[in-house]
């Protein structure tokens, strides 16, 4: 069975540390990960930041080239799903609707950002630095645009992060063992 699974979450949600965790589990080892692309493309090209327009197409766009080049099952840090949630227009330039872009997709795991638990959990970075109330407005516009796909799993934000990674791997475990019965 070829198993093609989203991570995705609004910032501080754990979803890059659990991304890295994951790709050293033995049950995964015959998996290909594919590492978030808007991280990287605001890091090597900061002057995206005054062309959403651009830089959101061009996710779009090597997401889908990378996920079509492939023909393994993988794990990829977001999916185009999120073009939904971050840049709607994307969606319409591409000429796509999110039911397509569900059928790219096997399952997806959202986790919700500790942005929920308050200042003392929330931080970000020189890259992820919404406020507490955008990456919340990110979360939202993010389950909104997932939460109909048919193998849609959430993780709640708590206190502990090994609870929640616990969480996250048996949601992972699960949805191999569902898909390969």
Wanted: glycine share 2%; hydrophobic share 35%; net charge negative.
């Amino acid at each position: 069975m070829l198993h093609r699974i989203v991570i995705t979450g609004a910032p501080a949600s754990g979803k890059t540390l659990f991304f890295e965790r994951v790709k050293t589990e033995l049950f995964l080892s015959e998996f290909i990960f594919f590492d978030e692309l808007a991280r990287q493309l605001l890091e090597e090209t900061p002057s995206y930041r005054s062309n959403w327009n651009q830089f959101h197409l061009d996710i779009y766009n090597r997401q889908v080239e990378r996920e079509d080049n492939n023909s393994k099952s993988f794990i990829t840090d977001r999916g185009t799903v999120d073009t939904f949630a971050f840049h709607p227009d994307t969606a319409a330039q591409v000429n796509s609707s999110i039911e397509k872009e569900y059928k790219r997709y096997t399952a997806v795991i959202l986790l919700e950002s500790s942005a929920n638990l308050g200042d003392k959990f929330y931080k970000t970075d020189k890259i992820r630095n919404e406020s507490i109330a955008e990456a919340k407005e990110i979360e939202y516009n993010l389950k909104t645009a997932w939460s109909s796909h048919h193998h849609f799993y959430f993780i709640k934000a708590r206190n502990s992060i090994e609870e929640k990674f616990i969480e996250f791997k048996e949601s992972l475990m699960s949805i191999i063992s569902e898909k390969n019965n």
